[in-house]
């Protein structure tokens, strides 16, 4: 068996996704909720009978230019507000695919949001987000959720915040960087990357346009009114001894339950996954997370699939086991469909790695 088979698990996947994007536990039923990228559709799977249990498809979006599933979040708190009969339900987001393939210098398209309940199988409730953004800005590519019931939606170019209330009523700018007096907002700026929740506290990567000095981490209020960045400080090690280490955000992070949201994992593409540890600043409460960072390190991207073009896009927790998401965005889409041939879509096992870093002793 080739070494790289030796690290994937979840392979009997690969039979039915056509592009993995996104993945999100539902803890209810223990199933992943898998965002089929090209075929715009979702995988519900079931890790401890490694097969698929059934694929959401939606009429008009599922295997139709241009559209994406690029985000898929389970509600935690869904459950806890049900007060007649059981709740499970999921937020999906549909995106255009201008924006991500032109890097933010066409944003245009129409972008989605749904509320499906998985229970019932059905769509609870539609928004087109392009109502509001009106071609300002775009690249949205990934959902958070609050305890109040409100949906938060990420985008790239140039980094902006939406919020809408549990009943899809309305689509609000929670954060929108200012302009420069009357210039159109810039969105061919690689911006905001993904995001976490902990608690209150939205954590939130910034690209900052691929700078050379790397990424940076924000924090946001989610019980204010209006999203305001605040800076995150992130320590490093001496560059004498790591030049490489500096956080460079490329798609979606995760805060592995295990660690109790003090671990944060930040995908980086080709790089692989950085690791940062929460740190309280002097003076202040330890249980206050992430006023503080430390740079932990950085676990690589297997070789053998950064050859064959394959990205990390995302990590997810299962039973304890902490996989990098692969990607592969480069290949060739059969003609007359939306998405490629490619039928292998292992998730690479970094647990081992990663307790190597958050206890090394």
Do not use: C
């Amino acid at each position: 068996m080739p070494a790289v088979q030796q690290r994937h698990v979840l392979s009997s996947l690969v039979r039915t996704v056509v592009q993995i994007s996104k993945i999100v536990t539902n803890t209810l039923i223990s199933t992943l909720d898998i965002g089929s990228l090209y075929n715009a559709s979702v995988v519900v799977y079931d890790p401890y009978k490694a097969s698929v249990v059934s694929t959401i498809e939606f009429p008009n979006i599922t295997r139709t230019v241009p559209f994406h599933i690029g985000g898929v979040a389970w509600d935690p708190y869904t459950s806890s507000r049900a007060t007649k009969k059981p709740a499970d339900e999921i937020t999906i987001l549909v995106d255009a695919a201008q924006a991500h393939e032109t890097a933010g210098r066409d944003v245009s398209g129409d972008n989605y949001i749904l509320r499906w309940d998985a229970i019932a199988q059905k769509v609870l409730w539609s928004v087109n987000l392009t109502s509001v953004t009106r071609g300002r800005y775009g690249g949205p590519q990934d959902i958070e959720h609050d305890e109040q019931g409100n949906i938060y939606v990420l985008g790239t170019y140039p980094g902006t915040l939406l919020r809408i209330p549990r009943d899809g009523s309305d689509v609000n700018e929670w954060f929108v960087p200012p302009r420069a007096g009357n210039k159109p907002i810039d969105h061919a700026v690689v911006g905001y990357t993904g995001f976490a929740a902990d608690g209150s506290t939205l954590l939130v990567t910034d690209a900052r346009n691929r700078s050379a000095d790397g990424g940076a981490l924000y924090r946001f209020d989610m019980s204010a009114a209006k999203g305001t960045p605040t800076l995150i400080p992130v320590s490093y090690p001496p560059l004498s001894s790591s030049p490489s280490a500096v956080i460079r955000p490329a798609d979606a992070i995760y805060l592995p339950p295990k660690y109790a949201n003090q671990i944060l994992l930040i995908t980086e593409h080709d790089a692989g996954i950085s690791v940062l540890r929460s740190q309280s600043r002097k003076g202040e409460d330890k249980g206050d997370k992430w006023r503080g960072a430390e740079f932990l390190g950085r676990i690589p991207n297997p070789t053998e699939i950064t050859a064959s073009g394959g990205l990390v896009v995302a990590a997810i927790e299962i039973a304890g086991s902490v996989f990098m998401i692969e990607e592969w965005f480069t290949d060739a889409l059969v003609p007359g469909t939306s998405a490629g041939n490619r039928t292998s879509f292992p998730l690479v096992d970094i647990t081992a790695q990663l307790d190597a870093l958050v206890n090394p002793h």
